[in-house]
C-alpha cells in the first residue's frame, strides 16, 4: 500500500510544527497539510528562508525560529509554545556535515541536531 497525500483526512483545526520546513521534504509535508486544513507551523533556523517558503503555502501557516543544533533555541521554542499541538513532524536534520563542527553546546553537529 503506498501514502498519497489524498489519503490525509481533513485536518481543520489541527495545529501542526514542521521542523526544517523552508525546502524539500519539510515543505512538501507542510504544503499537504496545509492544503488538508491544518494550520502549519513552519519551525526553521533560517526565518527569513520560512517566511518565503510559507508564502509559497496556500493555507494558514505560521513562521517560528528553531535551531535544533542549539539548546538554548530549542528551550525558547518550547517555553514560548502555549497551545495544543496536535501533530509535531521532526523533518529537519543533517545529513552530511562538509567538516567536522560543533554546535554551539559543544556536540558534533550532526549529532547536536538530530538527537
Known amino acids: 500500500m503506498r501514502f498519497k497525500p489524498a489519503d490525509l483526512p481533513d485536518l481543520s483545526g489541527q495545529t501542526v510544527i514542521v521542523t526544517g520546513a523552508n525546502s524539500g521534504i519539510g515543505w512538501h509535508t507542510a504544503n499537504e497539510l496545509a492544503a488538508h486544513g491544518a494550520e502549519v507551523v513552519l519551525a526553521c533556523r533560517n526565518v527569513d528562508l520560512a517566511q518565503q ?11 517560528a525560529e528553531l535551531d535544533l543544533a542549539s539548546l538554548e533555541s530549542v528551550r525558547r521554542f518550547a517555553e514560548s509554545w502555549q497551545e495544543p499541538l496536535d501533530l509535531l513532524i521532526n523533518n529537519a536534520g543533517v545529513m552530511w556535515p562538509p567538516a567536522f563542527r560543533r554546535t ?6 550532526q549529532f547536536g541536531t538530530n538527537h
Not at 53 to 63: D, L, Y
Not at 104 to 109: K, R, S
Request: charged share 30%; aromatic share 0%; proline share 0%.
Open 53 to 63: 517558503a510559507a508564502a509559497r503555502i496556500n493555507g494558514k501557516t505560521r513562521v
Open 104 to 109: 554551539a553546546d559543544g556536540h558534533e553537529l
